[in-house]
């Protein structure tokens, strides 16, 4: 099946594009003058949302492929959301036959195959339909670029919904800027899968089981981005040990090296996750002697890229101050005795924290990067008073409207201190921080502003 959906890739990059030139433009019709009902509830500065309301049934054929252009034509828009009403995903199900789905956005093609539509279509029951996200993923091109000399990357995801080990998967068409572009699949603990692509002109191609984060980097730099194969010889198989081994560099046995022989050799981190070159293995290091974070679920496992909960950064301020005394939280939704009660009590009687509402806290809810600098900003103010007068202009990142009012001073202090910083020109306020940049965050704080 693998085979068959790279020929299925090759044939379609000959036009170099996954989609036939007869795709239909926002509001062209075909042949019997139908085409897909297409909104676009909110298409302003970095962010898309298009509702794909209806579709013809006429234009849906089993094993078929429906274009749905759900572009708006907005310049810099790196943010894309495109819903498929629950109508228009039960009319490409199509009774049991269905047909795939090929989405144009802002930001490239999205073809969900027949399965994958079959997939979603069990799982409609209860929501509002199927929305797929699709968005410049300024971590990941941050990560990729300490690795290789240039990288893009994408993020493609169904919310609330999964779509994994696909047979029949779904390919997806990235406009790059990139010569000789290959194609990496990023995986959960943060190392790279390549995956088989096919490159046209300023587009790359591509197909997946599975959605995920997906970085485009030079061909010619996968080395860097891969890990090394298996049984792979040494540099120097047949080199010999010093027939002196303790003969010391100037060739007096007797006489002491001029090193530290008492200096103990630094302790490994016990989390198999988190590689010896890895960009964030220090700032691990120093949130976990700090005793500032600890494995995710696990004691042998830090997931560098898995998201950093909003009861994490409670917990992880409370232990800094030597976990004090706490009162009964107010939040119905912190549930008394668990792991984070008290940190969440503690923050929010001293005013460091505050509820998604007043009785919701949203203790497992990823945290957003400026939620994130609005509790140090208290932190770092209200409570340990801290100097948090600097203030960073930041109207010249393009999505600085994001931020939301509560959130500007903090978001202007933060950038001044050199905690939340922009990637690819993007500030990215209500995107999540996943636990690597968070650790690399709070070592800035830790050594810059808390010290």
Known sequence: MKKKLLTTLLALSMALTLLPATALAEGEEDAAGETAAVTFPVNEGSTCEALVESIPESLVTAGGTVTINAASGQADVSYVTVTLSPAAVETLYNSGKPAAAAIETDLGTVRLSDEAIASLRRQLPGTNGVELAVFWNADAIRMARGLVSDAEAYTVEVADMELTDLTDGVLLTFPTQIAGPAVFQVNGDGTYEALEAVAGSGVVNFSTGSLATFVVAPKSEADKLLPPSDGEPDENPDETPDENPDETPDGNPDETPDDKPDEKPEEPLPFTDVAEDAWYVNEVRYVYEKGMMRGDGSETLFNPNGDTTRAMIVAILYRLEGEPAAGVSMFTDVKAGSWYADAVSWA????????????????????????????????????????????????????????????????????????????????????????????????????????
């Open 348 to 451: 929010a009687a001293h005013g460091i924290v505050n509820g998604r509402s007043a009785t919701e806290f949203a203790p497992g809810d990823p945290i957003t990067r400026q939620e994130l600098a609005s509790i140090l900003y208290r932190y770092a103010g209200s409570f340990k008073g801290c100097d948090v007068t600097a203030r960073a202009e930041l109207s010249s990142y393009p999505d600085a409207d994001a931020i939301s009012a509560y959130a500007k001073d903090a978001m202007a202090w933060a950038n001044a201190q050199g905690l939340v910083t922009g990637s690819n020109g993007m500030l990215n306020p209500r995107g999540s921080a996943i636990r690597a940049q968070s650790a690399a965050i709070l070592m800035r704080f830790c050594e810059n502003v808390g010290k």
